[in-house]
């Protein structure tokens, strides 16, 4: 057993601080404050952001030096993630097109594919969004009914999809479609398809924060060109089940990273406020803090297999599941401990914890539901890890 | 022994839901909370006090109705998340009717008619001195005054007693303070503005702690309201909702979920009634039930409402769906009208703990 | 809205309590931890109870005078059982023939069969248990396999009933057997069967507190005279389904009492131990102040309804939840409040709080478990009052 | 980086589960628990004394294996519920080895051989005079002095330090103190007897804070063992178990629990394992993961050990199944070396906080 991180992680995570510290100038928290920004400004500064991650090569870090990457190991990304989520630097406009798209290019796309998509996606010239949830097909993704009929070479798409993150200002959409309705994972295909046509109309979708960072999208007869078939015909639910997993690890030291500096602003309200000294009080921050770490410990754990070469199974449910229902009850405590103040709306006034807790609570309701809710995620780990059987 | 309400409260109930779903479906609530400066319908209020509305909290003798029937309208209110300071008009009302201030029994009137927004400013701001009455100018800052912008007079807490500021020529000195329930409108109010003493220190003791009282009850009866609603609307959701070829409703570990919010509206509404009874029937008790509603209230409908989001999966997220609204009110409810925590340690000290 | 009681029913309750004054001379906590007593003799001394309270016409107070009882309402049943508890009296020994075995007779016994079995016990001449579960049907009741065959007459009984309560030392037990292999409901028959016979063996169960107060009990070919079916061959499941309704009403109140006491001696040793006043102590202890105040108002509210002729529906499953669950919450957090003196073991020594904690703490494991275990009570929640679809 | 055990310590846990599976599984252990006078098989110690076990704890300088080897054997003991105090002979162990008094290396190799029993006594008597060491003489009562009565020497904290007394010629003036957990033998020990120092007071201050330490690992490590074999238990169990048609284990709210047991325990794992690589590798920050290893541990375990009893149904009761003999050691383990409550005040304090 072994936690250390070797010299050379080390090495890398001093020069990602010093880079930081010279290259980011204000936190995202103080941007989001700042009253002249709006919604369209706020992702133009993201996407400004990428690009100077890109042109430090932080973007993509993990794919080989041939398509921008510099063949950087999950610890290296997960020092990365914790880094940026410290310095609380902005989220890049394309991190979903860098964490699933690029690696189903770089594994299952054409040379065509790769050349003529991915240097656009990592300096951020065109942003992509992802289509594969549906209105009736949430939890149950193989449920999909958006369909792609052949059109001469190419494919017509048809049918809506939800909960595209960053929809509204992207350029394109990466699509699991039908084309076997009999079939019900062989018949999923994996399309790229450009979002300003006829037939493709994207409409931004409120969420209960008052921000509208998803969307929905209608397709009605949308072009999909046979080149933007990812992979061959059926191979979609393959690429895309392959793909999420390599999601993994990078979260790893975020998560706890991102609250450790909310339990922070925490400490520093009960602290303004003279509650900090009160036994009910220390009991339940004290709580909160050692779940914190108990998650680091986690994510530690997960970190050291991918680098001894094990790959994290369904356990990684357990990690979902953990910082998920962490974040409900770290905001929802804060606000009982804080008192009225810690209520004042998101993102309109500072609290002395400097931390947007209203914001907080609301936003974390959706990390439960989203990529996997936890129900769906304690059905994974019953049935694969505990080998419970299905009713 | 019966739990079921007689026969006149239970005619203001239902005449009641009639009344909110006619003139105040949640559609229409929400485009209230969501448009309107001062977060009320002030001609539904008017229309509220015509009906009696506005002195129901009033004793029988009173020309009202007692805490009993109030929960129960109160009760009604929450289902539809009926927006505006409904509550904070009540227990003004109640406040300024028991003052033998001359001034007290017009202003009490004019705010049982819907006529005038009166409301009670309680919270010192965190930094500066408390608020103070002093050669009949009352001098320091509240926050957190509910609708307080809008009011008409402010009955303030002041360390000489409970004071009635009518507004002054030039409006409120007061900034809005916008919470994460945009329900609800709360201001921080700077004074230093004539006033009138309606009830001197210890007798506003009193009156207050009426106030803290009731108060507790009513938000344990709106809590009901909106857990009751949100649960509704939740197993009704999850019948229609199908994954994996079924109604999401008959997986079993959503239905445990659903019978565990069932389990904390009953007992809410168990406890709610009850305190509210007390409140009329047997005050020796009343504080300790009081108490013991609100403590349960906050966290039964912070959960069945939490739950309603998470059953709902990606639509609960939206600004579209209703669940939100639930759960936003909730958690300021949780919070005012004294703080579970708060409510908790009320609790055992009126049980000499 | 009512919740006051008559004053017949406050009369009821003074007289009671003066009786209980005078007739009720050691607790049963005292008697239990008195090392002269052993299991035989403290169920001896409950047997003396149950016919004190019998000749003071206590015992099945509901029934009609012909059969003992003073056609007594739920609602000084109700005040019986919360008074028997406040004054903590032993239990009966013949609590489940008196609930369950009574009301069967009168509703749907014979004239003989009622004048053979219910005097005898009112005064506790014979023990009753009761012999409905089985070791592979406990939730699923219904699953039972112990048969009855026809042998002239009579009958004989063969298979196996467990977590028989007072087993060890009942006479009689009243058993739910299959007469028809085929029909799982109405294949169901109610036997009454005297112990004292070959072809049945009783056997202790021990329990996780180290007692033995259930049995399980091994039927071959045991005697059921044809005079003792109760109700016609087949009508066992719904004699029995009706007779489990009547319990409703009964521990409405005395739960409540019975946590009361618990609480008073938690803020005893709390007050003892000088931790009364710690903010966060006070804030475990109200939470558990106020559940226990809660369950007493659903309580009231189930007493009201059932004194203003409603029936209680499932709801009650909300109540069986609500006490058996806080029970639990309740002496956890006692041993945790109260430091390692509250883990000396059961019934061996006193605590500042003179409440036996330890035992509490196991035995509040068997109350989420018997009489329908919280899984089914939930599972009744969602089906028959919320309407939720069976998968 | 890597999660994985070392071959050296890979081996000792898999030997250990060997060992203990032949030696003393669980059936066994129980006749300990349940008949034997001392609470544990004085064979067995002295087969694990010889083995080397009785001084794993030692640093590797000093001829044991550290902090790791150690929790990963107590896992496997845990597993097993193991009877005895190992855990506490181990902590005398090492503290007699960092003693520089004469007695103490004497002692320390003879606890270590399992040819004597040396346990720490720590808590003082709730009334009465805090025991002090005064003239050579121990003077004072403690209790909860685990398997105290059959010590051959105590490790007693006065306010003067850290005093050894051996067994007195007339044997402790001990009063047995029976728990919940029938496997842990606690005695309330009353002395009037002569002892050597083995640390004065700081000396002792800083070995008892390392004590603490280890015992919380050491406790943590039980409390892993324990859960992860009673949800092997439970899981196992709804398997077999059928109701309504189908293994109990195919209804969801069952497999959501198990679940739910999973995510403790293989988080009580990493927390476990963390800390104690941190006491044998960067022993500046081991003191907060010690504290947050036992914080989460005791309700970890306290939760999977008791869903064990629920979901085991009414033999989940019985004295004849396992699971309750899990569930009282977690009880135990989690009030003792540092509660529950007393390790998150621990780790605030450790962080500055």
């Known amino acids: 057993m072994d936690l250390h991180f070797t010299p050379e992680q080390e090495q890398f995570r001093r020069e990602l601080r010093a880079w930081l510290d010279a290259n980011l100038e204000r936190s995202w928290t103080e941007e989001t404050r700042d009253p002249n920004h709006d919604a369209d400004s706020l992702v133009e500064l993201r996407r400004v952001w990428q690009r100077k991650l890109n042109a430090a090569r932080y973007i993509g870090m993990g794919w080989s030096e041939e398509w921008g990457g510099r063949g950087a190991s999950e610890v290296e990304e997960a020092i990365l993630q914790e880094e940026l989520t410290r310095a609380d630097a902005p989220q890049v406009p394309n991190f979903l097109g860098i964490s699933l798209l690029g690696p189903a290019l770089i594994h299952h796309g054409t040379e065509e594919q790769r050349r003529r998509f991915i240097p656009k996606m990592l300096n951020c010239e065109e942003i992509w969004c992802q289509g594969f949830s549906e209105p009736s097909s949430g939890s149950d993704l193989a449920s999909l009914r958006t369909r792609a009929e052949p059109d001469g070479d190419d494919f017509r798409i048809t049918g809506q999809k939800v909960w595209t993150t960053f929809g509204p200002w992207a350029d394109w959409i990466f699509v699991l479609a039908r084309t076997d309705m009999d079939d019900r994972y062989g018949g999923i295909s994996f399309f790229l398809v450009p979002i300003d046509q006829d037939g493709v109309e994207m409409r931004p979708i409120r969420q209960i924060t008052g921000e509208s960072e998803f969307g929905e999208v209608f397709f009605d007869g949308a072009l999909a060109k046979r080149e933007h078939l990812v992979g061959e015909l059926g191979e979609g639910w393959r690429i895309a089940m392959t793909v999420l997993g390599y999601e993994r690890g990078a979260a790893t030291l975020a998560k706890p990273a991102e609250y450790d500096v909310q339990l922070d602003g925490l400490v520093a309200g009960l602290r303004a406020s003279g509650k900090l000294d009160r036994p009910d009080v220390r009991e339940q921050l004290g709580r909160l803090v050692i779940e914190n770490e108990v998650m680091r410990s986690n994510g530690l754990r997960t970190l050291a297999q991918l680098a001894s070469g094990h790959a994290p199974g369904p356990e990684s449910s357990i990690e979902k599941i953990f910082w998920s229902e962490y974040a409900q009850r770290l905001s929802d405590s804060a606000l009982d401990l804080l008192g009225p103040e810690a209520q004042l709306a998101t993102r309109a006034q500072k609290t002395g914890s400097d931390v947007d807790w209203a914001y907080q609570y609301l936003w974390s309701r959706a990390g439960t539901i989203y990529s996997g809710s936890s129900e769906i995620q304690r059905n994974i780990i019953a049935k694969r890890v505990l080998r419970m059987p299905t009713a | ?353």
């Open chain 2, 1 to 353: 022994m019966q739990f079921d309400l007689d026969e006149d409260r239970a005619l203001l109930k239902s005449s009641t839901r009639e009344l909110l779903e006619k003139e105040s479906a949640l559609a229409d609530a929400r485009t209230v909370i969501e448009e309107s400066a001062e977060g009320y319908d002030k001609a539904l209020y008017a229309q509220l006090g015509e009906l009696g509305y506005g002195s129901l909290l009033l004793t029988e003798d009173e020309g009202g109705m007692g805490v009993l029937a109030f929960a129960a309208v109160l009760e009604e209110m929450g289902r539809v998340a009926f927006p505006g300071p409904f509550l904070d008009l009540a227990l003004a009302v109640r406040l300024l009717s028991q003052s033998e201030a001359p001034e007290a029994a017009e202003w009490a009137e004019r705010a049982a008619a819907g006529e005038a927004l009166v409301v009670l400013a309680r919270l010192d701001a965190t930094s500066g001195s408390p608020t103070r009455f002093t050669g009949g100018r009352v001098q320091g800052t509240k926050r957190f005054v509910p609708f307080g912008a809008h009011a008409d007079a402010l009955l303030v807490e002041t360390g000489e007693g409970l004071v009635l500021v009518p507004r002054p020529g030039a409006g409120w000195n007061a900034v809005a303070q916008p919470t994460i329930d945009h329900a609800q409108r709360f201001a921080e109010v700077r004074f230093d503005d004539a006033g009138s003493l309606v009830a001197a220190s210890d007798a506003a003791r009193t009156l207050l702690e009426d106030a803290d009282r009731l108060g507790a009850i009513g938000a344990s009866a709106l809590l009901l309201g909106l857990m009751d609603r949100s649960l509704e609307l939740t197993v009704a959701y999850t019948m229609e909702r199908e994954a994996f070829g079924a109604p999401i409703a008959s997986f079993q570990a959503l239905q445990h979920r659903c019978a565990d919010g069932l389990l904390q509206t009953e007992s809410t509404r168990s406890a709610v009634y009850r305190a509210a009874w007390a409140a009329d029937e047997t005050p020796d008790d009343a504080g300790f039930l009081a108490a013991v509603a609100k403590a349960w209230a906050g966290p039964a409908a912070r959960y069945v409402c939490g739950q309603a989001i998470q059953l709902h999966g990606g639509v609960g997220f939206t600004w579209e769906y209703d669940p939100h609204v639930y759960l936003k009110r909730v958690k300021t409810l949780e919070q005012f009208y004294g703080a579970t925590r708060d409510q908790l340690e009320n609790a055992l000290q009126s049980r000499g703990l």
